[in-house]
């Protein structure tokens, strides 16, 4: 037996290591049950020094017109992959585009010279809290219920999620299809 095989973590080995990583990402995104399901929670890295923003402001962020926090540090957008609820519901509430009026407002902005990039695109809610928690300037939307402890959710107009009348409560997008 050569000293390489015996470096090779074997099948049972790596099987072990890769449920211990699903494990440790479920528990990565435990829900925050502060916040109602269904509602769109506002995610910031928790270095942001804002509490909260108004919807006029969020949309500025969103669309790339406000590209600095207050505080002076850049504003890193954040977005699900297309068929995502969470991109769904960004482009219907906030961006009013569709797909590819989406893709093409990001390009036409980039060519523009007006941003230097598009929004980080990520599959799952797992990968927006990772990028989220490690990235300076970070925002994202994700289901409130998804949030997990530790990082900082704004007020939409002085609300939270799972409030009476806040702005991102995702039933009012399913009902206007």
Same mark, same amino acid.
Do not use: C, Y
């Given at each position: 037996?050569?000293?390489?095989?015996?470096? /090779?973590?074997?099948?049972?080995?790596? /099987?072990?290591?890769?449920?211990?990583?699903?494990?440790?990402?479920?528990?990565?995104?435990?829900?925050?049950?502060?916040?109602?399901?269904?509602?769109?929670?506002?995610?910031?890295?928790?270095d942001v020094k804002v509490?909260?923003?108004?919807?006029?402001?969020? /949309?500025?962020?969103?669309?790339?017109?406000? +590209?600095?926090?207050?505080?002076? +540090?850049?504003v890193t957008l954040i977005v699900r992959a297309p068929v995502a609820a969470e991109r769904t519901f960004l482009l219907k509430k906030v961006y009013d585009m569709s797909e590819a009026q989406y893709r093409q407002y990001w390009i036409a902005k980039v060519f523009r010279a007006e941003a230097t990039s598009g929004p980080r695109v990520?599959?799952?809610?797992?990968?927006?809290?990772?990028?989220?928690?490690?990235?300076?300037?970070a925002i994202v939307l994700m289901d409130a219920s998804d949030v997990p402890a530790g990082l900082k959710v704004l007020q939409v107009d002085g609300l939270l999620p799972g409030s009476k009348n806040y702005a991102l409560k995702q039933v009012a997008v399913a009902a206007a299809e």
């Open positions: 037996m050569s000293s390489r095989a015996v470096l /090779r973590p074997g099948r049972a080995l790596r /099987r072990w290591l890769a449920a211990a990583s699903l494990a440790a990402a479920a528990m990565l995104v435990a829900p925050l049950t502060a916040h109602a399901s269904g509602d769109i929670a506002v995610v910031v890295n928790p509490e909260g923003v108004t919807f006029t402001e969020l /949309r500025k962020i969103l669309l790339g017109n406000r +590209q600095f926090w207050p505080s002076g +540090q850049p990520v599959v799952s809610n797992v990968e927006s809290v990772e990028l989220v928690s490690v990235l300076s300037g």
